[in-house]
């Protein structure tokens, strides 16, 4: 009898979105948007898939287009939540001036990290969205990994990336020129993709390829992927980087097909009117 329960793998995904002065208005919307109206079941709207917070650092934050959101949390209350939550989101957005002051939220980036580091026994995320690449970079949490940002922003992320690896005397980020960019998924894609049990495939027959929601279920109480996650950089938070704002929303229907289901994420996309862009996932796969 399998020890995974539906209620349990049907219970809302915490995300925690940070603000801060003069982020990208879309960079903040476009993931909210998705991981809003993402459900379990479409036909209950009481199946919401995601249960969002948003975090800043007092209650109104004003965006650089000029809109005042409010947060729902102070980034102190943040930090003394953050093993509440599954999944991180960071919008770019004057990251210049954040990293000048060393200011919120690269203090939570890097506690966010710390508590995956310290105990990978359960399934995190990371996303950020447009410059918020940088904020990662210089808290060195892109080395030995794949990276995106807006284009605008590739020379700048790659001098980022490597005055954090000779600080570090760690591996170099590869910079890539991708929609958005995943490291450390779920499972291994092994030698032989014929034989890889969790990859669609047509004709193929007896797939083990699962349901998002369902893997990452198992992900969380299975030896075997704590093992995995141990033996990985950042205890295996699974860290997304994308290019420009509207790639923000691509990374997000990622996220959605793997931790709800692939359908799920299609459906996002047809209510949004949003054709999906696909990126790259870095040496492995999530379902």
């Known amino acids: ?6 209620t349990d793998v049907d219970e809302p995904i915490q995300v925690l979105i940070t603000m801060h002065e003069n982020m ?6 476009g993931p909210l948007e998705v991981l809003t109206r993402a459900q379990h079941n479409f036909d209950n709207p009481e199946t919401k898939a995601f249960d969002v917070t948003f975090a800043g650092p007092q209650e109104h934050v004003l965006t650089a287009q000029g809109v005042t959101m409010s947060a729902q949390v102070s980034f102190k209350e943040a930090h003394k939540r953050l093993k509440e939550f599954d999944v991180l989101v960071v919008p770019g957005g004057n990251a210049a001036e954040i990293i000048k002051e060393k200011a919120e939220p690269t203090l939570l980036i890097k506690a966010f990290a710390d508590v995956q580091t310290s105990n990978p026994a359960r399934e995190r995320t990371l996303l950020a969205v447009d410059t918020a ?5 210089r808290q060195g949490l892109l080395e030995g990994l794949g990276a995106t940002i807006h284009p605008d922003y590739y ?13 570090d005397m760690n591996d170099r980020t590869d910079v890539m020129e991708e929609r958005y960019v995943v490291n450390n998924a779920r499972f291994d894609l092994g030698e032989d993709m014929e034989e890889n049990p969790y990859v669609f495939k047509k004709g193929r027959k007896g797939s083990r390829a699962r349901k998002g929601s369902l893997a990452r279920r198992e992900s969380n109480v299975r030896r075997e992927s704590l093992v995995r996650r141990q033996s990985m950089p950042l205890g295996g938070m699974r860290v997304i980087t994308t290019g420009g704002a509207i790639s923000g929303i691509d990374a ?5 097909s793997a931790l709800v ?3 799920t994420a299609q459906e996002v996309a ?9 990126g790259v ?3 492995s796969i999530d379902v």
């Open 270 to 278: 047809r209510l949004m009117q949003y054709d999906w862009v696909k």
């Open 133 to 137: 690449a940088l904020l990662l970079a």
């Open 24 to 29: 990208n208005l879309l960079d903040f919307a």
């Open 281 to 283: 996932v870095v040496d």
């Open 155 to 167: 020379i700048k992320l790659e001098k980022e990336c490597q005055e954090a690896a000779s600080r």
């Open 1 to 6: 009898m399998s020890a995974i329960r539906e």
């Open 252 to 256: 997000s229907l990622y996220l959605v």
């Open 261 to 263: 289901s692939h359908e």
